[in-house]
C-alpha cells in the first residue's frame, strides 16, 4: 500500500508506504516548487531502479565481473504512444552474448512487466 497525501500547497504531495516518505512535486514551469520527482519521474525511476536491481542479482548470480549498473530511462513517443526508453551501462567485462542476454533480462524486471501488460485502474472516491 502506498499513500499520497496533498494539503493546499501547489503542488507537493507526501508518499509513504508507512516506512518511508518521498516528496512528488511538479516542476516550477508546471506551477509546483520542484521539491522532488515529478510524477512521471518517479515512474521512470521506479522502471530504472527496478531494471538496475534486476540485473544486480542476475549477474551476481552468474559471477559475472560488473562493477556498476547504470541504467537511464527517458520517455519518447513512437506510433502516437508513450514508449520508455531504456539505457544501461554495465561497468565490467561483459560479451556481447551476456550484454544482449542482460537486455532481455532488464525486461523481465517486475516493473517492466507491470508497465508492458495492461492493467486496469479503477477508483472509488470516498
Request: with cysteine; proline share 2%; net charge negative.
Amino acid at each position: 500500500m502506498v499513500k499520497a497525501t496533498i494539503n493546499k500547497a501547489h503542488y507537493a504531495c507526501s508518499v509513504t508506504n508507512g516506512s518511508h516518505e518521498v516528496i512528488v512535486d511538479e516542476p516550477i514551469e508546471l506551477g509546483g516548487k520542484d521539491k522532488g520527482f515529478a510524477p512521471k519521474g518517479l515512474l521512470m525511476a521506479s522502471l530504472a531502479s527496478c531494471v538496475a536491481i534486476t540485473l544486480r542479482m542476475y549477474v551476481d548470480r552468474k559471477g559475472w565481473a560488473v562493477d556498476k549498473i547504470e541504467v537511464e530511462v527517458n520517455m519518447g513517443i513512437e506510433n502516437a504512444e508513450d514508449v520508455f526508453l531504456e539505457e544501461i551501462t554495465c561497468t565490467g567485462n561483459l560479451t556481447d552474448d551476456q550484454k544482449q542476454r542482460l537486455e532481455v533480462i532488464a525486461s523481465k524486471c517486475p516493473v517492466s512487466k507491470i508497465l508492458t501488460v495492461g492493467h486496469e485502474v479503477r477508483s472509488k472516491v470516498l
